[in-house]
């Protein structure tokens, strides 16, 4: 018998991968990472590295001087690697690659993005196309849905256990740490409770889904109490009573996270440094920026936080029946 150390370090390195998978899992830093709903098939890629470890390991040992049918593990001459060949450079490379994010996964924290990262994808550019957006599809994608649930929608008025049902089950502050799905009937409900409840509270289960909402006719929530958490973002051409309340919102990785946010003017705003995370309260309202009108909140109370442990939002999962 002969060992091949070769195939005993890309055992290790199936094993490692399996084991940075779960440590991600154990400390919730996976989140940081992707959405919340691929948390199973996160799990799932860490279960077939742990498999594939435990076939690899049945190749580290082997019969000395074993031919294969059509070529000998001793030699390349057959014009494909069978893992024994010599270690050269072009397999050192190889290696490197794959030992990377391994490093990376297991040494160095997780780090949150934040208003440098705001700057790269275009700040106060991105909210205004988001806007732009949300004016071209006003008559689409929500009317449709508003349209699909109109008997359900008379008897949400009907019936005001429902209500509270809703009330308490979906906006919930902690409902982002749950796999939680709602159908379309349930999502239309939410929508409701925006147009009626006294003060908007933007919670992390409904910020994306208010966000979009209020974008849509800024001045139908004119004159609204609203209460917000996010880190501060500041561009060149602020004021100096002005700044960002931004979050990052994940589709389905960091990777594809982008900024939303309210523009806010209150007179302490110049002494609060970027990333500084708060908690405010304020009167929303509609101000032009750069000829595109965006929703903005006059800020009546304000107080810094520390960095939320969950600080990404994530889109509702809308149950497709």
Same mark, same amino acid.
């Given at each position: 018998?002969?060992?091949?150390?070769?195939?005993?370090?890309? *055992?290790?390195?199936?094993?490692?991968?399996?084991?940075?998978?779960?440590?991600?899992?154990?400390?919730?830093?996976?989140?940081? &990472?992707? !959405?919340?709903?691929? /948390?199973?098939?996160?799990?799932? *890629?860490? /279960?077939?590295?742990?498999?594939?470890?435990?076939?690899?390991?049945?190749?580290?040992?082997?019969?000395? +001087?074993?031919?294969? $049918? #059509?070529?000998?593990?001793? +030699?390349?001459?057959?014009? #494909?690697?069978?893992?024994?060949? *010599?270690?050269? /450079?072009?397999k050192f490379i190889s290696y490197m690659i794959i030992i990377f994010p391994l490093l990376t996964g297991f040494f160095l924290p997780p780090k949150v993005l934040d208003s440098s990262i705001a700057a790269k994808k275009g700040g106060m550019a991105v909210l205004s196309s988001q806007?732009?957006?949300?004016?071209?599809?006003?008559?689409?994608?929500?009317?449709?849905?508003?349209? +699909?649930?109109?008997?359900? @929608?008379?008897?949400?008025?009907? !019936?005001?256990?429902? =209500?509270?049902?809703?009330?308490?089950?979906? /906006?919930?502050?902690?409902?982002?740490?749950?796999?939680? $799905?709602?159908?379309?009937?349930?999502?239309?409900?939410?929508?409701? %409770?925006?147009?009626? %409840?006294?003060?908007?509270?933007?919670? =992390?289960?409904? &910020?994306?889904?208010?966000?979009?909402?209020?974008?849509? @006719?800024?001045?139908?929530?004119?004159?609204?109490?609203?209460?917000?958490?996010?880190?501060?973002?500041? $561009?060149?051409?602020?004021?100096?009573?002005?700044?960002?309340?931004?979050?990052?919102?994940?589709? #389905?990785?960091?990777? +594809?996270?982008?900024?939303?946010?309210?523009?806010?003017?209150?007179?302490?705003?110049?002494?609060?440094?970027?990333?500084?995370?708060?908690? *405010?309260?304020?009167?929303? =309202?509609?101000?032009?920026?750069?000829? %595109?009108?965006?929703?903005?909140?006059?800020?009546? $109370?304000?107080?810094?936080i520390n960095a939320l442990k969950e600080p990404y939002l994530y889109p509702i999962n809308v149950k497709i029946l």
């Amino acid at each position: 018998m002969k060992i091949s150390y070769q195939q005993a370090f890309r *055992a290790l390195i199936l094993l490692t991968f399996s084991a940075m998978i779960l440590k991600m899992h154990s400390t919730g830093d996976i989140t940081k &990472f992707i !959405n919340p709903k691929y /948390v199973g098939l996160s799990q799932s *890629a860490s /279960v077939i590295f742990l498999f594939l470890f435990f076939i690899q390991i049945t190749r580290i040992w082997r019969v000395k +001087d074993i031919s294969h $049918e #059509h070529c000998s593990h001793e +030699d390349n001459n057959c014009g #494909h690697d069978h893992g024994n060949s *010599a270690f050269n /450079v072009k397999k050192f490379i190889s290696y490197m690659i794959i030992i990377f994010p391994l490093l990376t996964g297991f040494f160095l924290p997780p780090k949150v993005l934040d208003s440098s990262i705001a700057a790269k994808k275009g700040g106060m550019a991105v909210l205004s196309s988001q806007k732009s957006s949300q004016k071209d599809t006003n008559n689409t994608p929500a009317n449709d849905t508003n349209d +699909d649930n109109t008997q359900s @929608d008379t008897s949400i008025n009907d !019936n005001t256990q429902s =209500d509270a049902s809703i009330d308490d089950n979906l /906006v919930n502050p902690n409902i982002t740490e749950s796999q939680k $799905e709602i159908s379309k009937e349930e999502f239309t409900q939410l929508i409701q %409770m925006l147009e009626t %409840m006294p003060i908007i509270e933007m919670n =992390d289960f409904v &910020f994306n889904a208010y966000y979009e909402e209020i974008s849509k @006719d800024v001045s139908k929530f004119k004159g609204r109490n609203i209460e917000l958490k996010g880190f501060v973002y500041k $561009e060149d051409g602020f004021e100096e009573n002005q700044l960002v309340i931004s979050r990052f919102l994940i589709t #389905h990785c960091v990777a +594809d996270a982008s900024i939303i946010g309210f523009l806010s003017e209150f007179n302490e705003a110049s002494s609060i440094e970027q990333d500084t995370w708060i908690e *405010a309260k304020g009167v929303l =309202d509609v101000t032009n920026y750069n000829g %595109m009108e965006l929703p903005y909140i006059k800020i009546t $109370e304000w107080k810094t936080i520390n960095a939320l442990k969950e600080p990404y939002l994530y889109p509702i999962n809308v149950k497709i029946l």
